[in-house]
């Protein structure tokens, strides 16, 4: 259990433009839940987006929770 811990604790944080993945969908308190949330970058703050409506939250113990992350698509070459 705490090997599983540290390796959680130890992995690389989202970048902005990452989806970031759940296992579980979280119900936060006006009773919205989701699974999905996109990492964005405003100056050099970081924050979380719930992919459905756009709004910012906080999710507790991030770093400690399991979750996967999707890379954000790469752009298109211009040729």
Request: proline residues 8%.
């Amino acid at each position: 259990r705490g090997r599983r811990s540290l390796a959680r604790t130890k992995r690389h944080k989202p970048a902005p433009g990452d989806t970031l993945v759940l296992p579980e969908a979280l119900t936060f308190t006006e009773g919205q839940a989701e699974r999905s949330f996109r990492v964005v970058q405003a100056g050099k703050k970081v924050s979380l987006r719930r992919a459905s409506d756009g709004v910012g939250v906080r999710i507790s113990s991030l770093m400690t929770r399991a979750w996967t992350i999707v890379p954000a698509p790469l752009a298109p070459h211009a040729t």
